[in-house]
């Protein structure tokens, strides 16, 4: 699965948009609404020039996901954002990963594999299920939970995705105003 795009609400979406410009020169897109905390990773081919250029020490080892490391930090809006390194290349700063916040992981779970044919990445449980591939998962995580490492719980601002890479369709999400679009 790959994401292609995805849809936050910002208090300040130029605003973010220009920092993340100027920043990473990669984003989702923004769009005016609630800024609850959301979470988002891009894949990174290096993690070493992007702690310096943040200026992030704490690296994340994940080696039992596809053999990833990550570091994190907080955007002006206090997003939880990843930067990804796995040993096998993907395209620099494309969207690696989306946070969906959801009242029922199950559900939502079951509901996407249904609807888009997507799978379960690794072991998950009603508080938390990746879902995707090492190109691109969805974090379901029950609203509330806690965004890892820095424990902001997870809002409930409506989230739009368009992935890659499943059954062509669109799903909103149960238990959430998400919405995930499959294009072919």
């Known amino acids: 699965m790959r994401i292609t795009d995805a849809f936050f609400p910002a208090a300040d979406p130029d605003g973010l948009a220009a920092w993340y410009d100027d920043w990473l020169d990669a984003r989702p897109s923004f769009v005016p609404g609630e800024a609850t905390p959301h979470h988002f990773a891009f894949h990174v081919a290096e993690l070493e020039p992007w702690k310096q250029r943040l200026d992030v020490t704490e690296e994340h080892d994940f080696s039992s996901w596809g053999g990833a490391r990550a570091v994190y930090f907080r955007d002006p809006e206090e997003n939880v954002v990843e930067l990804i390194a796995r040993p096998q290349p993907h395209p620099e700063l494309s969207l690696a990963e989306v946070g969906l916040p959801v009242e029922d992981v199950r559900a939502a779970v079951e509901a996407l594999i249904a609807e888009l044919e997507l799978r379960v990445y690794d072991e998950w449980d009603d508080a938390f299920a990746p879902v995707g591939t090492d190109d691109g998962l969805l974090i379901v995580v029950r609203v509330g ?40």
């Open 145 to 184: 939970r806690g965004w890892f490492p820095v424990d902001v719980p997870a809002g409930t601002a409506p989230i739009s995705v368009t992935i890659e890479g499943g059954r062509p369709g669109e799903l909103a999400v149960p238990g959430s105003a998400h919405r995930v679009t499959c294009v072919a």
